[in-house]
């Protein structure tokens, strides 16, 4: 079992900052990749940013040149900077991270941590 501690959300103004964290414990070997999603009310779950045990990294298109997510793997945690913030990113945030134990893959969440910006 994993599990995931976020921290970092909070109220922003528009044009401001914010950055979050996502810790790791627990059976944290085979780790495949980290990655954040949003929720906003009444809208779907959608992929935030991510990134692999090697590095590499996708981005929504709506945080291209504004999100950049990176990894302490030896802490087993996430980041994800958040810059030029606007009100449509304001949603719940969820850390999400996908193990391989072979043969089965292991998907867990974080428990969310709501990111307000206002206009």
């Known amino acids: 079992q994993v599990q995931l501690v976020e921290s970092g959300g909070g109220l922003v103004q528009a044009g401001g900052s914010l950055r979050l964290s996502c810790a790791a414990s627990g059976s944290t070997f085979g780790i495949n990749a980290m990655g954040w999603y949003r929720q906003a009310p009444g809208k779907q779950r959608e992929l935030v940013a991510a990134?692999?045990?090697?590095?590499?990294?996708n981005y929504a298109d709506s945080v291209k040149g504004r999100f950049t997510i990176s990894r302490d793997n030896a802490k087993n945690t996430a980041y994800l900077q958040m810059n030029s913030l606007k009100p449509e990113d304001t949603a719940v945030y969820y850390c999400?991270?996908?193990?391989?134990?072979?043969?089965?893959?292991?998907?867990?969440w974080g428990q969310g941590t709501q990111v307000t910006v206002s206009s």
């Open positions: 999400n991270l996908i193990a391989t134990v072979v043969p089965i893959k292991y998907q867990y």
């Open positions: 990134i692999t045990s090697g590095g590499s990294t």
